[in-house]
Nanobody
Framework: QVQLVESGGGSVQSGGSLRLSCAAS????????MAWFRQTPGKEREWVAAIDTDGNLSYGDSVKGRFAISQDKAKNTLYLQMNNLKPEDTAIYYCSADDPIPYRRGVFCRTPSGQYKYWGQGTQVTVSS
C-alpha cells in the first residue's frame, strides 16, 4: 500500500523558512517520480517542484531561487526547503508520486500535474506579512 506522509508545515512570518518532509512507503522510491504541489481554496493545484528518477530537479516559476527539492533515498524521504517565504506561498502543500513511463531502454517522468498517481494528505503552510 502506497503511503505519502507530509510533515513540517506551520506558520511563519514573511521572509522566514520552513522545511517540509514526505515519508514514502509501499513502493520502490528510487525508481519513482516525485513532486511537490500546493493548493489554496478556490484555486487549481499548482506544481511547485519535482525530481525525476535520474535526480534532475525542476521548479515552478513562482518558487525558483527560493525553494529547493531534495531527497534521501536511504530514508525514502522527499524534502522541500522553503526560504524567503511570502504570504502568497500560503497553501496546503502536497507530496506526490508517479510511476515512470518506459521509453526505449529507459524511463522518463511525465510533466507533473494533477494526474500524478499517488498523493499525501497535505500539510498547511501559512505565511503572514
Amino acid at each position: 500500500q502506497v503511503q505519502l506522509v507530509e510533515s513540517g508545515g506551520g506558520s511563519v512570518q514573511s521572509g522566514g523558512s520552513l522545511r517540509l518532509s514526505c515519508a514514502a512507503s509501499g513502493f520502490t522510491y528510487s525508481s519513482t517520480c516525485m513532486a511537490w504541489f500546493r493548493q489554496t481554496p478556490g484555486k487549481e493545484r499548482e506544481w511547485v517542484a519535482a525530481i525525476d528518477t535520474d535526480g534532475n530537479l525542476s521548479y515552478g516559476d513562482s518558487v525558483k531561487g527560493r525553494f529547493a527539492i531534495s531527497q534521501d533515498k536511504a530514508k525514502n524521504t522527499l524534502y522541500l526547503q522553503m526560504n524567503n517565504l511570502k504570504p502568497e506561498d500560503t497553501a496546503i502543500y502536497y507530496c506526490s508520486a508517479d510511476d515512470p513511463i518506459p521509453y526505449r531502454r529507459g524511463v522518463f517522468c511525465r510533466t507533473p500535474s494533477g494526474q500524478y498517481k499517488y498523493w499525501g494528505q497535505g500539510t498547511q503552510v501559512t505565511v503572514s506579512s
